[in-house]
């Protein structure tokens, strides 16, 4: 499994982006999903999960009620939708793959096996 996440980029504060990431070489059926971001001199930090059928998700504090994860099993395809960004959402954004497909697993942790490149998203006015 390969992931690659696209979307990112700079926007205002108040402003909306649509992360994605797009799995290749295995099915995402088989994976629960993790969304993480990680600021300059900050730990990297929990932002979203998805299990593998969508019954089960979940968000950090900050985002809750301004992001939106969804999950497209047939087009192999995770999104983030994130409105009302702050500049405290700045950061580079990651997405991983667990096979543990059936949680929602928050935290960072070694069940995450597989990982993306990353992409940088900047709030900034």
């Known amino acids: 499994l390969q992931l690659v996440e696209s979307g990112g980029g700079s926007v205002q504060p108040g402003g909306s982006l649509r992360l994605t990431c797009a799995a290749s070489?295995?099915?995402?059926?088989?994976?629960?999903i993790g969304w993480f971001r990680q600021a300059p001199g900050k730990e990297r930090e929990g932002v979203s999960c998805?299990?593998?059928?969508?019954?089960?998700?979940n968000y950090t504090d900050s985002v809750k009620g301004r992001f939106t994860i969804s999950r497209d099993n047939a087009k192999n395809t995770i999104f983030l939708q994130m409105s009302g960004l702050k500049p405290e959402d700045t950061a580079v954004y990651y997405c991983?793959?667990?096979?543990?497909?059936?949680?929602?697993?928050?935290?960072?942790?070694?069940?995450?096996?597989?990982w993306g490149q990353g992409i940088p998203v900047t709030v900034s006015s």
């Open positions: 998805i299990n593998y059928s969508s019954d089960k998700a």
């Open positions: 070489g295995d099915g995402l059926i088989y994976y629960g």
């Open positions: 991983a793959a667990t096979a543990l497909r059936s949680l929602c697993i928050m935290r960072p942790t070694p069940v995450y096996t597989v």
